[in-house]
T-cell receptor, first 112, second 116 residues
């Protein structure tokens, strides 16, 4: 079945540690996105990529980094510079940048 | 920069009543618009989309939305609410201009409660 896989579903890390969230898609989509979701704040865009080896900062990129070395993969690293990393992270992809996005099931990150 | 505003963070309706969730956008060019639904601890599912064809768009589960350029609105409606419609709904706009081409921006979300 085609889709977007985020792993793990739940992730716990100690404060000060970097952590990488995985996002893989087998839909052959060009565009991929990372969002952060906090209660009452909707989805805020962290990074997006329109094509392999290229990505742009979203609205809240500080403290995060990404790579897009393969079309199907768009991992997100939450660095120790991110002040409040505990959140629900959603990855999405779309055939082209201007079409509807399909979402993974999310990763809930808790930093203690 | 484009933006999306959803009026009302919480909407409560009775089962069988009309559902109306409001969305207004700002964009320098006519955008593409989307409505998504999210159930607890899950990803988002597309309900419907507007991509400059018909202004009245029909989606899944009996939902529809009307694009009104003069009002910069894209409100979501359903004639008769069902208990299973209880969820959080998000309006989103896709930027079709310049260096932000393809940037997908979401509203704050509206939690829909359906009571018997």
């Amino acid at each position: 079945d085609g889709g977007i896989t985020q792993s793990p579903k739940y992730l716990f890390r100690k404060e000060g540690q970097n952590v990488t969230l995985s996002c893989e898609q087998n839909l052959n989509h060009d565009a991929m996105y990372w969002y952060r979701q906090d209660p009452g704040q909707g989805l805020r865009l962290i990074y997006y990529s329109q094509i392999v080896n290229d990505f742009q900062k979203g609205d809240i990129a500080e403290g995060y980094s990404v790579s897009r070395e393969k079309k199907e993969s768009f991992p997100l690293t939450v660095t120790s510079a991110q002040k409040n990393p505990t959140a629900f992270y959603l990855c999405a992809s779309s055939i082209r940048p201007d079409t509807e996005a399909f979402f993974g099931q999310g990763t809930r990150l808790t930093v203690v | 920069a484009q933006s999306v505003t959803q009026l009302g963070s919480h909407v409560s309706v009775s089962e069988g009543a009309l559902v109306l969730l409001r969305c207004n956008y700002s964009s320098s060019v006519p955008p593409y618009l989307f409505w998504y639904v999210q159930y607890p601890n899950q990803g988002l599912q597309l309900l419907l989309k507007y991509t400059s064809a018909a202004t009245l768009v029909k989606g899944i589960n009996g939902f529809e939305a009307e694009f009104k350029k003069s009002e910069t609105s894209f409100h979501l409606t359903k004639p008769s609410a069902h208990m299973s419609d209880a969820a959080e709904y998000f309006c989103a706009v896709s930027d079709l201009s310049g260096t932000s081409y393809g940037k997908l921006t979401f509203g704050q979300g509206t939690i829909l409660t359906v009571h018997p």
